[in-house]
């Protein structure tokens, strides 16, 4: 259903935090014009932790009415509430989005049964696709193979976003990827995973350097080894730069150095520290952005 370089699009703001939609047309054209095969909106890279309900609605719907279906649009309603959770799959599916990527719940460490509950409710709850998404490294809480292939069995939870490790990707593959689809939630191994059996990634790179990730994306998913070590070659530094501090902390500063937005970025999050930002310019410009 849904494959390739799909991008977790930043949030374009203003220096007071507004959220600047103006500069939200721009992202979306740029993104369209260079081959992002998906845009995924307000998820953990568009700070979605920082808006409130009502700017996160009306995000989704403004990127799904810029987008004019050319490419699918996926929004983040994931939560640590379950309540929380729904409300905002159910927003989400009105203002038209084509899917939802729902974070396991952060901070409040729910046990494998309470996930598998969690996202059972709400796949029943609302019948729009939805897409799992394990980043243990950020929520405290680790959604193991087990029950990722109990929820497989749901249908409209169509695609996990797994964020961990090459070889949990490949598990997931081999355990459940008949059932759903695998998606590399790092840009660092998108590549290998996808020549492992991963259908795409969904990429804080790409915000950057969209036509590389979808030419590294299409490589790999023809199988063409060769073709994807040249380009995530000249990729690498730029995989790491951009996590040289919280993300969406350096991203954003690159994709203003691209002239696409504007500074804004919300605390709790700073901008990127000047010592750091030599590093990611550099990055850049050997990936061929800069």
Request: aromatic share 6%; net charge negative.
């Amino acid at each position: 259903m849904f494959r390739g370089s799909m991008v977790a699009i930043v949030t374009p703001m203003q220096p007071d935090g507004a959220v600047d939609y103006q500069a939200l047309a721009q992202l979306v054209e740029f993104h369209l014009e260079n081959g992002t095969d998906a845009i995924v909106a307000v998820g953990t890279t568009g700070e979605s932790a920082t808006l409130d309900f009502e700017e996160h609605a009306h995000f989704v719907r403004r990127t799904v009415e810029l987008v004019r279906r050319r490419v699918p649009v996926i929004a983040g309603t994931g939560a640590n509430s379950t309540s929380e959770a729904l409300h905002l799959t159910r927003r989400a599916m009105e203002a038209g989005a084509d899917a939802c990527l729902l974070v396991t719940p952060y901070y409040n460490k729910p046990t494998q049964e309470g996930l598998y509950r969690h996202y059972k409710l709400i796949a029943d709850s609302v019948a729009i696709p939805q897409i799992l998404y394990n980043v243990p490294g950020r929520t405290a809480c680790d959604m193991k193979p087990e029950t990722v292939e109990r929820l497989a069995d749901i249908p409209n939870i169509v695609g996990i976003k797994e964020a961990s490790t090459l070889d949990r990707i490949r598990d997931l593959v081999r355990r459940c990827g008949d059932r759903l689809d695998v998606f590399s939630g790092d840009d660092g191994i998108a590549a290998e995973a996808m020549l492992a059996g991963a259908k795409g990634v969904i990429s804080v790179t790409a915000n950057v350097a969209p036509r590389a990730m979808y030419d590294l994306s299409a490589a790999a998913l023809a199988g063409d080894r060769v073709r994807v070590e040249a380009i995530d070659s000249r990729l690498n530094e730029l995989h790491k730069a951009l996590f040289l501090e919280s993300n969406p902390i350096p991203v954003k500063w690159a994709v203003n150095q691209l002239g696409l937005i504007p500074s804004g970025i919300r605390l709790p999050l700073t901008p990127l520290a000047e010592s750091f930002q030599p590093a990611v310019r550099a990055a850049m410009q050997q990936a061929g952005v800069l």
